[in-house]
């Protein structure tokens, strides 16, 4: 098994450029076949797998490219800008984007420990926003037993589940495991915050309110969420409003309501923040930005 059987699956199932959904839960198969800029985008927790061409995601100002020898692991979510530049009709983006479960990598984490004799305690090591990992056999076997369930419908509703599991144990058995670990083990803190904000982006929360979910000080709090996204906790709550503004936007979305849905009172003020952070307001970003199917 190799990944020339993975492309030679995706292939077949997707002969056309595009964004699909499969039948598999939170798998979904792309080809890009030209060149799109990086903009604004919000990963969940996942994992992308490429098999031909580059990908490339910027977090903070640091640009992430990886092609087939690396495979992409977003822990948590974050706002980040994601882009093809490079793709093209004879050399064209291909692959998959599996969504992590929460609830079972933490399980699967936890069990793991458990099975090794330990509960691991938190290294002190910081949590990453977004991690690369060279290819080894178990995650090819894994996702080429996944997705070869694509033809045939009957197993991958009775064996999906479990082969998704045995993906996301892989990616915790590889060398992603230490960030996934930290993201879903013990001492997962910031992780839980992340997901505690990115359902709440509408409302109003503060440091203290985010410090008390998980039961740090403030000063604790704010040093240990910067080591893990590189921003600090207001500069990512904002980064994460206006991404996703952004998105509603260019998806049709007027500013204004753009501006409501995540949680700004004023559109003067949206305005502002939008263009100190993309250097165009919002009606002009959305007519010079032109976003085909995004691939995140």
Known sequence: MNKVQIKQQIERYLPEAGLVETPLKGVQLFRVTEA???????????VVAI???????ILDGHRHAYDSNQYMLCPMTMPVEAGTPQA??????????I????????????????AAGTIRRPDGAALQGLALAHWDTGFTQALHRLLELLDAPADARMLGQGRLREL?????????GPAAKRAFGVGNEIARTIDYLSTRLSEPVTITDMAAQVGMSRAVF????KEATTMSPIQFVKSMRLNNAAMKIAGGMNVAEAARNVGYASSSQFSREFKRMYGQSPRHWCQDVQIPVHIT
């Open 222 to 225: 704010h040093r240990r969420f």
């Open 99 to 114: 969504a992590l479960d929460p609830r079972v990598m933490r399980d699967l984490s936890l069990e793991m420990e458990n």
């Open 51 to 57: 098999v031909s061409g580059v990908k490339e995601a």
């Open 88 to 97: 093209t009709p004879e050399c064209p983006l291909i692959g998959a984007m």
């Open 168 to 176: 996301y144990y892989a990616v915790l058995k590889g060398a992603a």
């Open 36 to 46: 799109v800029p990086s903009v604004p985008a919000v990963y969940e927790p996942t």
